[in-house]
C-alpha cells in the first residue's frame, strides 16, 4: 500500500492535489482512500491531505504514521512535525527554489526540491503551483503515468486548463532533468 502525506498552507491547493492524486490513481484501477485535515479555518493555517493507495481494497482506518511519499506545498512547513512521518526511505517533493543541499541538515532524507512557483509562474498561473508539484509529484512516485495525472488536470482545472496541464508536464519533466 501506498501512503502518502501532502502539507500546504490553506489555500495553496493541498486538498485539491490531493483529491487530484486520488481521481488520478482510481482512474487507473487503482483503490484510494483520501481524507483532509484542517487547521484554523482560514487563508494560510496549515492543512494536509492523505491518501492511501492499493490494488485491494483498502480497510485501514488510521492515521498514516509513516509516509512512502510527501508533498510540502511550501518549504517554510518542512519541519520536525511533518518529518516524524517521514523515513530515509520516504521521497518528500518540496515547493522551493533552494538547492537538495539546503535541506541536508533536516537529516537523511530523500528531498526534492521543485521550483513549483517558477513552472507556474512560465506557464500563466500566477502563485497557483498545485499543477506544477503534482508533476513532479508523479515522476517521483514513478508508480502513474503523467498523461493519466494531465487527463485528470485537464477535466478538473476551472480555468487555463492547456496551462494547468503544461504547468504539469513542465513539473514531471524538471524532475527528471534533475535526478
Known sequence: MLEVLILGRG???????????????????FYVQTFATYGGARRGTPVSASLRVDAE??????????????????????????????NSETRIVVNSRQSREA???????????????????????????????????????DQLDIETMCRVVLAS???????????????FRQFQMTH
Open 57 to 86: 481494497p483498502i480497510r485501514l482506518r488510521c492515521d498514516i504514521e509513516q509516509a512512502a511519499a510527501m508533498l510540502c506545498f511550501d518549504d517554510s512547513l518542512l519541519d520536525e512535525n511533518f518529518l516524524r512521518r517521514a
Open 103 to 141: 535541506f541536508s541538515s533536516l537529516g537523511d532524507y530523500q528531498i526534492v526540491p521543485i521550483d513549483g512557483l517558477g513552472i507556474a509562474r512560465n506557464n500563466d498561473m500566477g502563485t497557483v503551483v498545485n499543477s506544477a508539484l503534482l508533476g513532479a509529484f508523479v515522476a517521483v512516485l
Open 157 to 171: 482545472a476551472p480555468v487555463k486548463k492547456e496551462q494547468n496541464v503544461a504547468a504539469s508536464r513542465e513539473g
Open 11 to 29: 489555500g495553496q491547493g493541498a486538498q485539491t492535489a490531493g483529491n487530484l492524486l486520488a481521481q488520478a490513481f482510481y482512474s487507473d484501477g
